[in-house]
């Protein structure tokens, strides 16, 4: 499995951004997907997870109401929007599949494949 995010950039705070993730292969529709960041000095953290059916989703609770999640499983693609971003929104976004389990979850080692990030940076 290859991932791909993109759709990273610039934007000031209470901006918008929409990130993509596209995936490689015919078992997209299989994998939870899951999207992760990681700040300037700080530890990976998980930011939202999508089921396989794009029925079920889980965010963390800093994203809640901001950040939409959601996958086209026609295209190989998973989305993240963003709204009303923050200065600490700042971030190397990544996107990640879980091949095995069936829920969406926060638990980064078990996510199995990940794509390079895409930064996203919210001035003030």
């Known amino acids: 499995v290859q991932l791909q995010a993109s759709g990273g950039g610039l934007v000031q705070a209470g901006g918008s951004l929409r990130l993509s993730c596209a995936a490689s292969?015919?078992?997209?529709?299989?994998?939870?997907m899951g999207w992760f960041r990681q700040a300037p000095g700080k530890e990976r953290e998980f930011v939202a997870s999508?089921?396989?059916?794009?029925?079920?989703?889980y965010y963390a609770d800093g994203v809640k109401g901001r950040f939409t999640i959601s996958r086209d499983n026609a295209k190989n693609t998973m989305y993240l929007q963003m709204i009303t971003l923050k200065p600490e929104d700042t971030a190397v976004y990544y996107c990640a599949a879980d091949t095995n389990r069936f829920y969406p979850h926060s638990e980064a080692l078990n996510y199995s494949y990940w794509g390079p990030g895409t930064l996203v940076t919210v001035s003030s």
């Open positions: 292969g015919r078992a997209f529709s299989r994998y939870v």
């Open positions: 999508i089921s396989r059916g794009n029925s079920t989703t």
